[in-house]
Nanobody
Framework: VQLQASGGGLVQAGGSLRLSCAASGRTSSNYAIGWFRQAPGKDREFVAVISRYGSSAYVDSVKGRFTISRDSARNTVYLQMSSLKPEDTAVYYC??????????????WGRGTLVTVSS
């Protein structure tokens, strides 16, 4: 399974961005897809995950602001981010694995995309 994250950029606080994670590979649709992020000087943390059936989970800090969705026909998962805050600044990674908030449960990782939120 190969994953390609895109859509990062520079945005002002309060703005929105949509990240995309394009998955390829014969079995990619069998996996849950998660988003993680790593802020400068901090450990990588869980952000959101969506199962192959569409159920989802979020870290508390993004609930009500971020929405994860899945387009199975395009093998793409989206992370719609709204009401962005400077503390959302990070490199965002998508990963394929189990429906989990733990990094160890993900077998495949894409390269990150940088999101910078200015105050």
């Amino acid at each position: 399974v190969q994953l390609q994250a895109s859509g990062g950029g520079l945005v002002q606080a309060g703005g929105s961005l949509r990240l995309s994670c394009a998955a390829s590979g014969r079995t990619s649709s069998n996996y849950a897809i998660g988003w993680f992020r790593q802020a400068p000087g901090k450990d990588r943390e869980f952000v959101a995950v969506i199962s192959r059936y569409g159920s989802s989970a979020y870290v508390d800090s993004v609930k009500g602001r971020f929405t994860i969705s899945r387009d199975s026909a395009r093998n793409t998962v989206y992370l719609q981010m709204s009401s962005l805050k400077p503390e959302d600044t990070a490199v965002y990674y998508c990963a394929a694995g189990l429906m989990s908030t733990y990094q160890k449960d993900y077998n495949y990782w894409g390269r990150g995309t940088l999101v910078t939120v200015s105050s």
